[in-house]
């Protein structure tokens, strides 16, 4: 079975510009969770989707970022307007409610490089 | 502050020794911990879970709970090369929903040495 897929890979943008990534969660799973990977601040909580309802936005930055998930088989998470501080690895995970809480299984990540 | 904290940032043990990573939490609704291991180029992957007060043992690794003190701890026994890589501690505060998002600590980078 195909794991959670994550395009793209890497991604070079300029300042200002403006990037989306994607995410294909694994077939059946109903929840997709989307951090943020940096040396400084380690692991961040971005945002998570049920359903495809979005359920806890508290970690997306107020502006400039957004997330969707139109149906069940992706999740976009949009950057406007980026800056070099957004330069980080974007994780995504989907879940499955039969595998108790907590138990993510992650995609490779997108690399986001701001010039 | 961080709600997880990690212990030690690093740490490098020789292959088929045993590797000890410690994990506090400051906030007592964390109810449910995971340990995740991340390879260079991956992402994280669930290790194991602990939600029970005390030892919880799978294959090589064990982990342990103290609620009280709101302590984790993992060890890795007979440890290999293939081990090395990034654990988080991660937590959880729901207890009645099957999805919950988890709180990562900073890491531990663990290096078996041949």
């Known amino acids: 079975n195909a794991g959670v897929i994550q395009t793209p890979r890497h991604k070079v943008t300029g300042k200002g510009q403006e990037a989306t990534l994607w995410c294909e969660p694994i077939?059946?799973?109903?929840?997709v969770f989307w951090y943020r990977q940096t040396i400084v601040q380690g692991l961040e909580f971005l945002t998570y989707?049920?359903?495809?309802?979005?359920?806890?936005d508290s970690g997306m930055p107020k502006e400039r970022f957004s997330a969707q998930m139109p149906n069940q088989s992706h999740s976009t998470l949009k950057i406007q307007s980026t800056q070099p501080q957004d330069s980080a690895v974007y994780l995504c995970?989907?879940?499955?409610?039969?595998?108790?809480?907590?138990?993510?299984?992650f995609g490779e990540g997108s690399k986001l490089t701001v010039l | 502050q961080q709600k997880v904290q990690q212990s030690p940032e690093s740490l490098s043990v020789p292959e088929g020794g045993m590797a000890s990573l410690n994990c506090t939490s400051s906030?007592?609704?964390?109810?449910y911990f995971w340990w995740y291991r991340q390879h260079s180029g991956e992402g994280p992957k669930a290790l194991m879970?602990?939600?029970?007060?005390g030892d919880k043992k799978e294959g090589r690794f064990t982990a342990h709970l103290n609620k009280a003190s709101l302590h984790v701890s993992l060890h890795i026994r007979d440890s290999q090369p293939s081990d090395s890589a990034l654990y988080f501690c991660?937590?959880?505060?729901?207890?009645?929903?099957?999805?919950?998002?988890?709180?990562f600590g900073q890491g531990t980078s663990l290096s078996v040495v041949p």
């Open positions: 879970s602990i939600f029970s007060d």
């Open positions: 995970a989907s879940s499955h409610p039969g595998q108790g809480p907590g138990q993510l299984y």
């Open positions: 906030d007592r609704n964390f109810q």
């Open positions: 991660a937590a959880s505060e729901l207890a009645s929903s099957s999805f919950s998002k988890l709180v």
């Open positions: 077939s059946g799973h109903s929840a």
């Open positions: 989707f049920r359903n495809q309802a979005p359920i806890d």
